[in-house]
């Protein structure tokens, strides 16, 4: 049994999938199927469009649930986007920033990023920072480097009396959706490094408060094994957060 400091966390992201009665429908499994959240934290990010649905539906159960993205003004002219505020108002409690997906297709740039993380904070939305490299950068050993501009550009305004509520997500691109999973020595020492930084600029305890989850290609067949990886403090799952049948042994992984 791997002796953990911090509540591991299983957060689904469901990206654009699944319409309305699909997403209330998984709610409500999921639901019935959490204890009382004391051994285990379990999010899910929904299309923000169905959050006040769904957040309805998750009420009376520790479910989190979670909005995919979010901007960081209060208000104004912002064509299309959503302020945490806004997204508190619907029942969100917490939110992921910076997904690889964001950062790629829609040129998210790491300057938006501390101002994201701050913006969700002071609106007390709990954030999920996604980071992750390439693999043409891993394939260059600038994995290390990547991961350190993302946690720089991200936790610029961040005080260690903060770090409690925050969680790191650590995808490697390469890794999500492909099938392909990172192996564990791999998943270690990205965590371990990225660990060792957040030591070094937040102090050890303050450090210590964050977990770190791992995502990518994440199934019910490998969750133990990464759970087991002393460095992982929790899953971020996409494809296989879409069902119940995957998603639920996930979410029951054994800790012992
Ligand atoms: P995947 O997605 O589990 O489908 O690889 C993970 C993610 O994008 O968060």
């Known amino acids: 049994m791997t002796n953990r400091l911090r509540k591991p966390y299983i957060a689904g992201n469901w990206k654009m999938n699944l319409d309305r009665s699909k997403c209330l429908a998984l709610v409500k499994v999921i639901k019935g199927r959490l204890r009382d959240g004391n051994d285990r934290e379990v999010g899910v990010f929904v299309p923000s469009l169905y959050l006040a649905d769904v957040s309805a539906v998750a009420q009376g159960s520790p479910l989190g649930i979670g909005s995919q993205n979010m901007w960081f003004e209060d208000s104004g002219a912002f064509t299309g986007e959503l302020a945490a505020r806004m997204l508190r108002e619907v029942g969100a409690d917490r939110v992921l920033v910076g997904h690889s997906e964001r950062r790629q297709l829609f040129q998210e740039p790491d300057s938006w990023m501390s101002k994201k993380l701050r913006n969700s904070l002071d609106h007390d939305l709990l954030p999920i920072y996604c980071i992750g490299e390439t693999l043409d950068e891993r394939k260059a050993n600038r994995t290390d480097r990547t991961i350190k501009r993302q946690l720089e550009s991200g936790f610029e305004t961040l005080r260690a009396e903060e770090t409690h509520r925050i969680t790191i997500a650590y995808e490697p691109i390469w890794a999500i ?9 791999q998943v270690a020492a990205v965590h371990k490094m ?46 296989a957060s879409l069902q119940a049948e995957t998603f639920l042994p996930i979410i029951e992984f054994d800790a012992r």
């Not at 392909?180 to 020595?185: G, N, Q, R, V």
């Not at 990518?216 to 403090?233: F, H, R, T, W, Y």
């Open 194 to 239: 990225i660990r060792r930084w957040l030591v070094q600029r937040f102090g050890e305890p303050a450090a210590n408060m964050v977990r770190i989850l791992y995502g990518g290609s994440v199934k019910p067949d490998n969750a133990k094994q990464l759970m087991a990886i002393d460095e992982v403090d929790g899953l971020l799952v996409g494809g």
């Open 177 to 185: 959706g492909t099938g392909e999973t990172a192996t564990a020595e």
